[in-house]
Structures are given as C-alpha cells and as structure tokens.
C-alpha cells in the first residue's frame, strides 16, 4: 500500500523559513522522480519542485532560488526547504511521485499546512 506521510509545516511569518519532510513507504522510492505539490484555498494543486532519481532538480518559476528539493533514497524521504517564504507560499503541501509525463501515484497523503503571515 502506498502511503506518503507529509511534516514540517506551520506559522512562519514573511521571510522566514521552513524544511518539509515526505516520508514514503510501499514504492521502490529510489527509482521515482518525487515532487513536491501545493494546493492554495481555491486554487488547483500545483508542482512546485521535482526532483529525479538522479537528483536533478526542477521548479516552479515563483519558487526559484527560495526552495530547494532533496531526497534521502535510505530514508525513502524526500524533503524541501522553504526560504524567504512568501505570504503567497501559503498552501497545503504534498509530496508524490512526479513522473516526467505528469504520472502520479493515486494515493496522497494528509498534505502539511504552510501559512505564512505578511
């Protein structure tokens, strides 16, 4: 059974920073690209960052140069950290699989809320 189990979330106010943690458990971890997803209060879930088996990275656009994605394949965990966060950096946050042709696992974890206050 497939589960990802989201942390690291919380209050932080603008400028701030905050390190998520992904832990996966029922995958062969280390040979999935993992994302990084958010979904804001009325808006559609979005990519923000990816990261392949080989460790290259990639980012949403807004989030360049502030986050940084990593993963741990001994851990099967995968991790971002959130510098200089943004009131508009507000959302829940999940991590899944971020295959090259948009390939998720159907399963999704609770998500870690971020809330950042200007």
């Known amino acids: 059974q497939v589960q990802f189990v989201e942390s690291g979330g919380g209050l932080v106010q603008s400028g701030g920073s905050l390190r998520l943690a992904c832990a996966a458990s029922?995958?062969?971890?280390?040979?999935?690209?993992m994302g990084w997803y958010r979904q804001a209060p009325g808006k559609q879930r979005e990519l923000v960052a990816r990261?392949?088996?080989?460790?290259?990275?990639s980012y949403l656009d807004s989030v360049k140069g502030r986050f940084t994605i990593s993963r741990d394949n001994a851990k099967n965990t995968v991790y971002l950290q959130m510098n200089s966060l943004k009131p508009e950096d507000t959302a829940v946050y999940y991590c899944?699989?971020?295959?090259?042709?948009?390939?998720?696992?159907?399963?999704w974890g609770q998500g870690t809320q971020v809330t950042v206050s200007s």
């Open positions: 899944n699989v971020a295959g090259a042709t948009g390939y998720k696992m159907d399963s």
């Open positions: 029922g995958i062969a971890f280390s040979v999935y690209a």
């Open positions: 990261i392949t088996s080989g460790t290259s990275t």
